[in-house]
């Protein structure tokens, strides 16, 4: 050996990712613990992005599970209303660490959030923790507690019975209530949902620090829950609808983005179980050689989603984009990020 | 252009049609009424029927739905002017008892009052386009209320009393407001006791239908 980087492979190098990047080919990432297969039993969550796994993990009829399926008589063009088949559970998206540790608490009986938890508008009563899977609300109080404590139980039995979890990370940015410590996924009175008041919810914008913190108190719930769990991290690449730092989007959404994608390797490096799927990378940097988003920059566009999904089935399944086709029951129409379920997107209405 | 049933009235629809066609038969009366069923209600929360430059068609490809035209001999639901009896949207029986409600429901999963009228909103919508077509084209004449349910209905081993009604009146509910406003007379026939289940005379060998209502079937028709 000459040097140090004289016998690395040809994935080490810039020249080769160029090459294949530009040609659409697939990359070469490693692939993370064993190679995954279609009976992996896979449970998903996160950000508004991470839909676009759990489709496509079900397109392609891999082992995804899912423990709160939509009732059969609701038209599948409504299930996504209802919070339905976006993931494994019905917990809505799920946009930061701090959520996640929260709901795995909350479902193995640490913390009763509900009293700084329901909303109201218009005489209708919303889960705070998940505004986005009820539309028009629920008739009372103990309806959101039942729903809500049926809901636990299910996400329980969906971590107790998964072999890989697929979490997408997408903010940073979140509101607690002061009390409590209860983070919201949305701030109280977005769509007249709930009610503001700067005394009982404050604003937080997460660190490295505090990612890692919240993930590794979520890796100790899943090792108690599940010891054989493996997980894989991914980042969104879908920039902030809207800040509420003082930073402008542009600044607030690289400071996200990278505390995300630095604490993921700080997790990595502290988890011999997590592993990391960069589809965030491939998104951003897509941009350097054809349109990747969507004419708002901020929708990913449907090829290059096509692209990040071509490369999660080759890497971790093994299965070549040719392949891939024959395993999709017809021919579907391209994803689209339009058609995603996300609470966030409605701050892009307060837009002066 | 062909009608060429000498009855008064045509009716089409789900199976209900044909234990009301068999009512009236049954007392001579086919006079009144002609007509067959398209198959069972689930065929309805699915498209059936389409409008193509301006005209109403069945799904010609459905078997019944040939049959019907055939049986009934006209050519054209066009040509059915003032004389459609329809059975559709109005039987809550096959709702009721969807595979669903094991799941879902009192003391099994939640489901949010929302919820469950979007689901019948989904089951509903093609019903409800078809009726507003038949209106707006001054076809129908009436629509057909199912017969209630007997009170051993296997359901009620789910769901108390009071929510198997009310689930039945919420999947009836959109097709009888939409037929209240639109002017269409809904023929109700009274075949409930007190309690709403559906009297033991009219019990039939399927559940979801009543049967031994000639009688009242053909009062129904002559008061229309």
């Given amino acids: 050996m000459v040097h140090p980087y004289d016998n690395l492979p040809d994935r080490n190098f810039w020249k080769s990712f160029e090459r294949d990047f530009r040609s659409a080919q697939m990359l070469d990432i490693k692939p993370p613990f064993s190679e995954l297969s279609a009976k992996s039993r896979i449970g998903t969550a996160g950000s508004c992005f991470a839909q676009h796994i759990a489709r496509n993990l079900k397109k392609y009829g891999m082992n995804f599970i899912d423990v709160e399926p939509a009732p059969s008589l609701l038209g599948a063009e409504q299930t996504g209303r209802f919070g339905y088949d976006m993931y494994s559970a019905r917990y809505g998206n799920i946009y930061t660490s701090r959520q996640l540790l929260q709901l795995m608490e909350e479902a193995h009986g640490r913390g009763v959030r509900s009293p700084d938890a329901i909303w ?57 209530c002061v009390e409590t410590g209860t983070v919201f996924p949305v701030a109280p009175g977005v769509q007249g949902i709930g009610s503001y008041a700067p005394d009982r919810v404050r604003f937080l914008n997460l660190s490295v620090t505090d990612v890692v913190q919240d993930m590794s108190r979520v890796m100790a719930w899943l090792k108690r829950i599940n010891p054989n769990l493996r997980v894989l991290l991914t980042v969104s690449p879908v920039p902030l609808a809207a800040t509420a730092s003082d930073e402008h989007a542009l600044s607030a959404t690289f400071y996200s983005k990278s505390v995300l994608r630095a604490a993921v390797e700080q997790l990595r490096a502290k988890f011999d179980c997590v592993e990391y799927f960069p589809s965030y990378e491939m998104v951003t940097f897509m941009s350097t050689v ?24 080759n890497s971790y399944f093994g299965i070549p984009p040719e392949q891939l086709q024959e395993l999709a029951p017809e021919q579907s129409a391209s994803e689209n990020e339009a058609d995603l379920i996300c609470e966030e997107e409605a701050l892009s209405s307060y837009a002066k | 252009m062909q009608n060429k049933t000498t009855a008064k009235y045509i009716i089409l629809g789900d199976s209900q049609v044909t234990a009301f066609v068999q009512g009236i038969k049954d007392k001579g009366r086919s006079d009144l009424l002609a007509g067959a069923s398209l198959g069972a209600g689930s065929r309805f929360s699915a498209p059936f029927f389409s409008v193509d430059d301006g005209v109403l068609k069945l799904d010609e490809d459905a078997t019944l739905a040939r049959l019907w035209f055939q049986r009934v001999g006209v050519d054209d639901l066009e040509n059915c002017r003032g004389q459609l009896i329809v059975s559709m949207g109005l039987s809550s029986f096959r709702f009721c008892n969807d595979k669903v409600w094991r799941t879902f429901g009192e003391g099994r999963r939640f489901l949010s009052d929302t919820l469950i009228d979007t689901m019948i909103h989904d089951q509903q919508k093609y019903v409800l386009e078809f009726y507003k077509q038949l209106t707006e084209r001054k076809l129908i004449r009436a629509a057909l209320l199912g017969p209630p349910p007997t009170e051993d209905i296997a359901l009620l081993k789910l769901m108390s009393k009071a929510r198997l009604f009310d689930l039945a009146r919420r999947f009836q509910q959109p097709v009888i407001n939409y037929l209240e406003d639109s002017g269409v007379k809904i023929i109700e026939l009274p075949l409930a006791r007190k309690d709403g289940f559906l009297k033991s005379q009219y019990h039939s060998s399927h559940q979801g239908h009543a049967s031994n209502f000639g009688s009242l079937a053909v009062t129904a028709l002559e008061e229309l």
């Fill in chain 1, 120 to 176: 109201k508008r218009d005489g209708r009563f919303y889960d705070a923790l998940r505004t986005g899977v009820e539309p028009l609300g629920l008739a009372s109080e103990d309806d959101v507690r039942l729903s809500r404590a049926e809901h636990l139980k299910a996400i329980k039995k969906m971590f107790r019975s998964i072999d890989v979890f697929v979490f997408t990370l997408g903010l940073t940015e979140t509101w607690e």
């Fill in chain 1, 290 to 313: 054809r349109p990747a988003f969507d004419d708002n920059l901020r929708n990913v566009r449907p090829e290059v989603v096509e692209y990040v999904m071509k490369n999660f089935f």
